[in-house]
T-cell receptor, first 114, second 112 residues
Framework: GAGVSQSPSNKVTEKGKDVELRCDPI?????LYWYRQRLGQGLEFLIY????????KSGLPSDRFSAERTGESVSTLTIQRTQQEDSAVYLC????????????FGPGTRLTVT | DAKTTQPPSMDCAEGRAANLPCNHS???????VYWYRQIHSQGPQYIIH???NNETNEMASLIITEDRKSSTLILPHATLRDTAVYYC?????????????FGKGTKLSVIP
């Protein structure tokens, strides 16, 4: 079946602009995760949605970052007033239970802030 | 979560078995051993996990020593598409446990 999809695949933006990244999880998956991966670095957890529960936002690096998810479908990650240090690959993952590490990742969105 | 140690890089001839070791000597009784890989420019991919017993799925086999201090991921017939960075992680299961954190992993190069 279809995997996790993300759009756009690449985004180049000027410093100070807002960007919106989209994630379509696998159908039926209740849990959705956003991570950031800087070049040559490991995963950095950003935010976690599980069903209708309040999201875990503990990984968001600043108040410029926010994310929304409607029900168990699409999620959007918004970065306001982008900075050069926001340049990274933003990865989305989903699974059908929250407390499990078997996460299925999308291809990521490569964000470049110039 | 347990600290894991992996060799930084390995080569494997195409068609041969790739055996990727991982040391996790501080792993606790309720921590699982998980393996992921990341092919260049792609998102991470779950491979397999285990607690005590050896596990096998369509992608790989996981051999865990009896004392659980180390494990080996086996790709039985490596192909060029298996070239990736492989991550071994010790993770505690339970409510609220879901954040993945990777170390440096092993860069596996499958050679034609």
């Amino acid at each position: 079946g279809a995997g996790v999809s993300q759009s756009p695949s690449n985004k180049v933006t000027e410093k100070g602009k807002d960007v919106e990244l989209r994630c379509d999880p696998i159908s039926g998956h209740t849990a959705l995760y956003w991570y950031r991966q800087r070049l040559g670095q490991g995963l950095e957890f950003l935010i976690y949605f599980q069903g209708n529960s309040a999201p875990d936002k503990s990984g968001l690096p600043s108040d410029r970052f926010s994310a929304e998810r409607t029900g168990e479908s699409v999620s959007t990650l918004t970065i306001q007033r982008t900075q050069q240090e926001d340049s990274a690959v933003y990865l989305c993952a989903s699974n059908n239970r929250g407390s499990t590490y078997e996460q299925y990742f999308g291809p990521g969105t490569r964000l470049t802030v110039t | 979560d347990a600290k894991t140690t992996q060799p930084p890089s390995m080569d494997c001839a195409e068609g041969r078995a790739a055996n990727l070791p991982c040391n996790h000597s501080t792993i606790s009784g309720n921590e699982y051993v998980y393996w992921y890989r990341q092919i260049h420019s792609q998102g991470p991919q779950y491979i397999i996990h285990g607690l005590k017993n050896n596990e096998t799925n369509e992608m790989a086999s996981l051999i865990i020593t009896e004392d659980r201090k180390s494990s080996t991921l086996i790709l039985p017939h490596a192909t060029l598409r298996d070239t990736a960075v492989y991550y071994c992680i010790g993770l505690r299961s339970g409510a609220g446990s879901y954040q993945l954190t990777f170390g440096k992993g092993t860069k596996l190069s499958v050679i034609p």
